[in-house]
């Protein structure tokens, strides 16, 4: 027995239904703010992710499934979907094509974790990316989106942000952090003492106990905000205000890569603990350039599709329950059985879930197993039915029973 490998997870039958309807409201929001599909390859170049991502970043170092194809190339599977949107924006001349462009993905994203709940080796992203637009107003949409999905969701979630700055304010900031843990260098975790070295900004992200107790009181990065990151940080305040948004501002969070820029922000779910964190985004005004196009802004997001069902499942939000068969048609005999394989073409062709007996089971074991699936009818042929062209149509629900002619069935059944 070959089983699973580990931190991956199968959506079975019963369950996928859950997966369709979150993976539904998110297209559907898409759809609302005019935002359109991409789909990328599931790998991709690696130097793509060295670069996209970054190579300071955690993702980069520790946890990416990188392999040699046949043909000796780096391969990685994708950690993420926005590196893989911005080379394929870029690589088919849409950067030169109609602006903002605006996009959304859904994919499985891989990386080499350790496995917790919510906290997966192959997980689900749904993620936005607009290209082209540098106003702040446009930082607000991009929350918004979130937003709106995770409220349409059920899900009670905080929303944090936060401004990283610019090239050139934070280059000032990164000297005041290099100050400020300068003295604390030795109780900082290994991988800290590191992100002090390369990426200083990255200490402010980190999840250990005592590294969060000395980053409580680290200089913050908007008090050194240059006067045109300010404005734009004041305008994404206004703009959330405009619509309706409440958030607080949590200097903690970062994107520690130097095509980030301003706008940060998380959305929180205030009912779960550790993997709380359901959606992340930002702007990265730099990273089409580091990419290879020209310059041009971007911003966007992803949320983890686990964690939002996981938070839906927690907080016992209900989902919608799938369609079961309208009517089941149960045979007697060989004859009958096949009368009622034909119903079910004709019935099917005009859009009604019918299922029919696969096991030549006796008419009370398919009457059993029509139950079972959910059936909302059950119509009976046997030898009399069958003789006088019609089944005996039982209601499962309140136990009536009633006569309906072949030739009629699919106008009984059409609609209910
Ligand atoms: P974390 O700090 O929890 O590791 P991250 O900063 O690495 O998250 P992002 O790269 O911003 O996460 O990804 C966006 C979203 O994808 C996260 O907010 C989360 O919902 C989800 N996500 C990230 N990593 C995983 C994972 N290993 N398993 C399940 N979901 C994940
Ligand atoms: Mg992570």
Redesign the pocket.
């Known amino acids: 027995m070959i089983n699973i490998p580990k931190?991956t997870k199968d959506v079975l039958p019963a369950d996928s239904y859950k997966w369709q309807y979150v993976e539904g409201v998110a297209r559907e929001t898409a759809k609302l703010f005019n935002l359109k599909e991409i789909r990328t390859p599931v790998f991709e170049h690696t130097e793509l992710f060295q670069r996209g991502?970054g190579d300071t970043s955690?993702?980069v170092t520790k946890?990416m499934y990188t392999f040699k194809d046949k043909g000796d190339r780096s391969i990685t599977l994708k950690?993420?979907g926005t590196a893989g949107a911005v080379r394929s924006f870029i690589e088919n001349g849409l950067a030169n094509g109609v602006l903002p462009a605006k996009m959304y993905y859904i994919t499985p994203?891989f990386?080499y974790?350790r496995?917790q709940a919510?906290?997966?080796?192959?997980?689900?992203?749904f993620?936005v990316e607009i290209f082209g637009a540098k106003g702040a107003q446009t930082d607000a949409e991009a929350i918004l989106m979130a937003d709106s999905l995770l409220k349409k969701l059920g899900l009670n979630v905080k929303l944090y942000i936060n401004s990283i700055g610019c090239k050139e304010c934070r280059a000032k900031y990164n000297a005041a952090l290099k100050a400020f843990f300068e003295p604390n260098l030795d109780k900082l975790c290994y991988d800290c003492k590191a992100r002090y070295e390369k990426n200083p900004l990255r200490l402010l992200?980190c999840?250990e106990e005592e590294c969060k107790k000395i980053n409580a009181s680290a200089p913050k990065m908007l008090d050194y905000l240059c006067e045109e990151c300010n404005i734009h940080f004041g305008q994404l305040k206004l703009a959330l205000g405009v619509a309706g948004v409440d958030y607080e501002i949590d200097p903690r969070i970062v994107?520690g890569l130097d095509y980030y820029t301003r706008t940060v922000f998380?959305?929180v779910s205030t009912s779960i603990g550790a993997?709380g964190?359901?959606?992340?985004?930002g702007r990265y005004d730099g990273l089409i350039e580091e990419l290879g196009g020209n310059p041009m802004p971007a911003v966007g997001?992803?949320?983890?599709?686990?964690?939002?069902l996981i938070v839906m499942e927690q907080t016992g939000v209900e989902i919608p329950a799938p369609a079961t068969p309208t009517v089941y048609l149960a045979g007697m005999d060989e004859k009958c059985r096949e009368k009622a394989f034909g119903l079910a073409c004709k019935l099917r062709a005009k859009g009604v879930i019918a299922e029919i007996d696969h096991m030549e089971r006796s008419v009370k074991a398919q009457f059993k197993y029509a139950d079972k699936i959910g059936a909302k009818y059950v119509a009976v042929i046997g030898g009399n039915e069958l003789a006088e062209g019609k089944a005996n149509v039982k209601n499962m629900s309140d136990g009536t029973s009633e006569s309906v002619e072949f030739e009629k069935m699919t106008e009984y059944f059409c609609g209910k």
């Open positions: 931190g991502v955690d993702i946890e950690p993420e994203a990386r974790e496995p919510g906290r997966l080796r192959e997980f689900h992203q993620g992200d999840k994107r998380e959305f993997q964190t359901v959606c992340a985004g997001f992803a949320a983890g599709i686990e964690r939002l």
